[in-house]
């Protein structure tokens, strides 16, 4: 199994079709909304997180293809240096999409990766240097 | 019944003294009352871990051969203060250096020598008949300098403000990002466990009291500076706004960067997060009242950012109680707070104060002189330029 984050442009005419219920039925794939912009006739946008088998996601994204959806992969995502943090909480303070959260009664920071917008924010925020981008290929 | 501070140093001495954290003491006054937790408790421990920007060391390099009066002096491109005798010089956690700009300053030059890095010593100087070399260039590391000691004119405010920012645009502060049209809330103190909401009077913290800062046994040398006293700041014994702070001193050599470290904060400079916990004897009753003190009972205020002026606007008043919930009503709106002064960094110094203190390993030291009972903050006057 594997995890890719997408973010996906949908033309006007496409948004009220349920491509997105069909990348689950027909490809298996898991579905994680993370942000969506769409509304009826307007250029829709979406990112979300697509989990299943290598070959089901190039599958699922040619599909989007075929359909005349735009996609376009995150080929980064952010590392929280967790040995240079000193649970501060400054980070949380920008955080849109509570990723970055301090965990209950213990003031500790979390770190949820699969919320992630990467918005960058946190890595200028983040006073310890403790917040990274990493770009892969 | 009352303690002394002598009774208390015995009972250490003897391993029979009964320690607790701050947290540990409110709960237990809210189970058994201030009077059986009075009686039970010997010592307190309190502790804040924030970025303290008035902060810096004092350090001697001895001399070279042959030798020189340093007047211009650079610590890893960082300048350091040269107004001084030949070989000692000041660092500040603020100064930014010359070649990497915001990333790094005085307060990672203050890091690395505490992990043993060696840091290179640059200083220029005019000569003169008894110190007649004029530029040297060599390494340091924290072993090698006679005296290094962390000189903190302004650490462990009593309180301080939240901030946010009204203005449309992100704003990078001290007070760390302030999002847009008020997008958050940021506020800076451990509050309940914070010093001196638990002892706002002074009655125990004063000239020479001995504290744990950043890992070594340090003091109270002052009050610090910018120090407010006066019955606005204590009102029926709790701090209700910013108030006192103090100077503090210690031995670098036995500190540790688990409980120092360097901190930069984007468009604005480096600073230093300075790990204090004060131990507060439960002296008597009233001692016990102080130190039950909750956050619902201390309250700082919400400050704009956004207005550039000395004095800024006051949004309103809000409790610590509010703040930890991690948001905030503001203008009829719920927004998100977010602290920048670790509480999980300090609990882990109280809770290490408190097995130092257990072991006999760590002594109370009553103040040797209290602080002043008055303090104003006042502003500085533009005098216009003949
Ligand atoms: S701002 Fe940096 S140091 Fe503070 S909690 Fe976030 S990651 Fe940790
Ligand atoms: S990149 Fe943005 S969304 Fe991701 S953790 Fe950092 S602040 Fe949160």
């Known amino acids: 199994m594997q995890k890719v984050k997408v973010f996906m442009y949908f033309p006007p005419e496409k948004t009220d079709k349920p491509i997105t219920y069909r990348l689950v039925k027909d490809y298996g794939l898991m579905f994680n909304i993370l942000q ?7 250029k829709g946008r979406l990112m979300a997180e697509l989990e299943g088998t290598a070959e089901n996601i190039e599958k699922g994204l040619q599909y989007l293809e075929e359909q005349g959806v735009e996609y376009r992969i995150f080929n980064k995502n952010i590392i929280w240096h967790e040995e240079k943090c000193v649970h501060c909480g400054a980070c949380t303070a920008v955080c849109p999409s509570r990723a970055l959260n301090m965990n209950g009664d213990e003031w500790t920071l979390t770190f949820d990766h699969s919320q992630c917008l990467m918005c960058e924010l946190c890595v200028k925020a983040c006073p310890l240097n403790a917040m990274d981008v990493n770009i892969f290929i | 019944m009352a303690k002394s501070f002598d009774e208390i140093n015995s009972k250490i001495k003897d391993g029979e003294v009964v320690v607790v954290t701050a947290e540990e003491f409110k709960d237990l006054v809210e189970q058994k009352g201030v009077s059986q937790a009075a009686k039970e408790v010997d010592v307190v421990t309190t502790a804040t871990f924030s970025p303290m920007c008035s902060s810096g060391a004092f350090l001697n390099f001895g001399h070279s051969d042959p030798p020189i009066r340093m007047s211009k002096i650079w610590l890893n491109d960082v300048p350091a203060y040269g107004g001084l005798a030949a070989v000692d010089t000041y660092i500040g956690a603020t100064e930014l250096s010359e070649t990497r700009g915001f990333e790094y300053g005085g307060a990672q030059v203050i890091q690395d020598l505490l992990d043993g890095k060696r840091v290179e010593l640059r200083a220029e100087s005019y000569g003169t008949d008894c110190y007649p070399r004029k530029e040297i260039t060599t390494y340091i590391t924290l072993d090698d300098l006679n005296q290094a000691y962390l000189y903190n004119p302004r650490n462990v405010y009593q309180n301080y403000n939240a901030a946010t920012n009204s203005t449309d645009r992100m704003l990078h502060t001290y007070m760390g990002t302030l999002l847009p049209q008020c ?20 009655r125990t913290i004063g000239i020479g009291t001995r504290i744990f800062l950043g890992g070594a046994q340090g003091y109270v040398a002052w009050e610090g500076t910018q120090y407010i006293r006066n019955q606005e700041v204590i009102r029926d014994g709790v701090v209700q706004y910013s108030g006192a702070t103090l100077a503090v001193i210690g031995d670098m050599k036995n ?5 120092i470290r360097a901190a930069s904060f984007e468009k ?20 016990a009242s102080f130190l039950a003190v909750r956050n619902r009972d201390i309250y700082t205020q919400i400050v704009d950012y956004g207005v550039p002026r000395r004095s800024r606007p006051v949004l ?14 503001l203008n009829g709106k719920n927004v998100p707070t977010a602290p920048l002064s670790s509480l999980r960094k300090a609990r882990e110094i109280a809770q290490l104060l408190k097995s130092l203190i257990s072991q006999g390993k760590f002594f109370l030291q009553e103040p040797i002189q209290k602080l002043h009972e008055e303090g104003r903050f006042n502003p500085l006057k533009e005098t216009e330029v003949e």
């Open chain 2, 316 to 329: 309103r008043k809000v409790s610590y109680e509010e703040l930890r919930s991690g948001s905030v009503e």
């Open chain 2, 255 to 259: 500190m540790s960067s688990r409980f």
């Open chain 2, 183 to 202: 997008g958050n809330v940021t506020y800076c103190t451990s509050g309940e466990l914070s010093p001196l909401f638990n002892d706002p009077v002074f």
């Open chain 2, 268 to 287: 604005y400079g480096t600073t230093l997060f300075v790990g204090i916990g004060i131990p507060i004897p439960v002296l008597d009753e009233d001692m």
């Open chain 1, 36 to 42: 969506a912009q769409i509304q009826p006739n307007k």
